[in-house]
Nanobody, 120 residues
Framework: QVQLVESGGGLVQPGGSLRLSCAAS????????MGWYRQAPGKQRELVAT???????TYASSVKGRVTISRDSVKNTVYLQMNSLKPEDTAVYYC??????????????WGQGTQVTVSS
């Protein structure tokens, strides 16, 4: 079973920074597509950033230029560096891995989430 554990969330003032971490089991980070999602109360879960096994990245337009997704394959950890935080960034942030199965289907695994609150 894939295990993902997020950390690094907390309360931060607008304009501040946080670095979220996602510690994964095995070689998940190196070999698979990893993503950060977030979900605010009353809203759908949305994709924030993705890093692919070959190193390519994508970002949601709402955070582009303010966040950076990266990985450390030795530590088997994915990071989300968040700068210039805004109140609308307040949400529970989830780590995700997407694995391609032999049947040709994708299997998603999720961490438990870490709360980010941006407020004065």
């Amino acid at each position: 079973q894939v295990q993902l554990v997020e950390s690094g969330g907390g309360l931060v003032q607008p304009g501040g920074s946080l670095r979220l971490s996602c510690a994964a089991s095995g070689s998940i980070v190196r070999d698979n597509t990893m993503g950060w999602y977030r979900q605010a109360p009353g809203k759908q879960r949305e994709l924030v950033a993705t890093i692919f096994s070959r190193g390519g990245t994508t970002y949601a337009s709402s955070v582009k230029g303010r966040v950076t997704i990266s990985r450390d394959s030795v530590k088997n950890t994915v990071y989300l560096q968040m700068n210039s935080l805004k109140p609308e960034d307040t949400a529970v942030y989830y780590c995700n891995v997407k694995e391609l199965q032999r049947a040709g289907t994708w299997r998603d695994s999720w961490g438990q989430g870490t709360q980010v609150t941006v407020s004065s």
